[in-house]
């Protein structure tokens, strides 16, 4: 049943508005819902995609080009056939051999309803990770226990291994997850139902982070020194400059939080949600004996195929030299890997 105490809470989702040189009035269009929370976002930040159909431009094998809304600005490009988020063209289409998966019409409410269920059906796992997010987030104090089992109504719904994977049950819903009940277990505990969907605490903190308005960063984080440890443990698409900043300059040596402001030109907001996203991904770290050894830049694969692109994809995201330092008070560039999720 619908909990609109829960819904009020929930963190957004991001839809990504692609070639439309007015976004205002499809930007009001997502404020209209309430059972799930919409919000406007860049297109390479987005869980789903709206695309200006009337503009759009097929290609061959699959790929569509949107021209771009400003003089100085590329052009889009979508492979559809390899895209990995949900996306929808809008009427008019501006082709009449140009037939996409999703088509809406912006101007019927039923349409734009009937588009908006069809993308939250397809980002359910988003929605019910998010969900656990927001619970890990507010447990994080009382998270002792290396293992966590969660049920709802007697049945295991969950296991939340706190340093390792974690598993979910294919039938859970983010609403159900404000009813879920959380039980300490020991660390032999740890074993997933082979139908359960795996994930992991790095991926599930990582995309709650930069949606929650509140500052989960560590309050020791704030007052010592600051060493970085490795690379995220998530996607390489999911990197974003902040974070790319942040891990040149610790790389070089720790630093205070006041001295990653000071030589990065952040904010104390978004330092600190930038910091939170590397805690949780375990990037970082406040004791100087589990500072980085051994590969700092070693990733986990990427095997998520490009569908977004404005030019040609490169192997790695580029990473700042050590040496280099730069301002980044407004933060809008990323790294070409973030484009091709």
């Known amino acids: 049943m619908f909990n609109p105490v829960f819904q009020a809470a929930s963190p957004p989702l991001r839809m990504g508005l692609v070639g439309f040189a007015d976004e205002s009035k499809l930007g009001k269009l997502l404020n209209t ?4 929370r919409w919000v406007d976002a860049p297109a390479t930040d987005a869980d789903a995609l709206w ?31 390899e895209i990995s988020r ?12 140009f037939s996409p998966p999703n088509v809406f019409d912006p101007q019927s409410a039923e349409s734009v309803a009937g588009i908006l269920r069809t993308f939250e059906g397809e980002l359910q796992q988003l929605c019910v990770e998010l969900a656990l997010g927001r619970e890990i987030a507010s447990r994080r104090y009382e998270l002792r226990s290396p293992t966590f089992h969660l049920s709802l109504m007697g049945k295991l719904v969950g296991v939340v291994n706190i340093h390792a994977e974690l598993g979910l049950s294919p039938d859970i819903t983010a609403a159900d997850m404000a009813e879920v009940r959380w039980s300490g277990r ?38 010592g020194l600051i060493y970085f440890r490795r690379m995220p443990q998530v996607f390489p698409r999911m990197v974003r400059d902040a974070h790319l900043v942040l891990i040149s300059e610790l790389s070089t040596m720790p630093q205070s939080l006041e001295q990653l402001r000071a030589s990065t ?8 949600e930038t910091l939170a996203a590397l805690y949780f991904a375990g990037s970082i770290t406040t004791d100087a004996r589990r500072a ?12 998520v195929p490009s569908d977004l692109d404005t030019s040609v994809p490169s192997e790695e995201p580029v990473l700042l030299r ?19 999720d």
């Open 33 to 36: 819902r309430t059972r799930v």
């Open 51 to 81: 695309v200006n159909g009337q503009h759009a431009q097929p290609l061959r094998n699959h790929m569509v080009r949107v021209p771009p809304t400003k003089p100085d600005a590329t052009a889009t490009i979508l492979n559809l056939r």
């Open 86 to 97: 949900p996306v929808a063209f809008t009427h008019p289409l501006g082709n009449g051999y």
């Open 186 to 223: 020991p660390a032999a505990a740890c074993a997933i139902p082979p139908e359960f969907r795996i994930t992991s605490m790095a991926h599930v903190m990582w995309q709650y982070v930069g949606r929650s308005d509140e500052n989960l960063l560590p309050s020791r984080y704030s007052k």
């Open 265 to 272: 030109g952040m904010g104390q907001k978004q330092a600190c």
């Open 292 to 303: 980085a050894q051994g590969k700092p830049w070693a990733r986990p694969a990427d095997g």
């Open 322 to 340: 050590p040496s280099h330092r730069r301002r980044c008070g407004a933060l809008d560039t990323v790294p070409l890997q973030a484009l091709n």
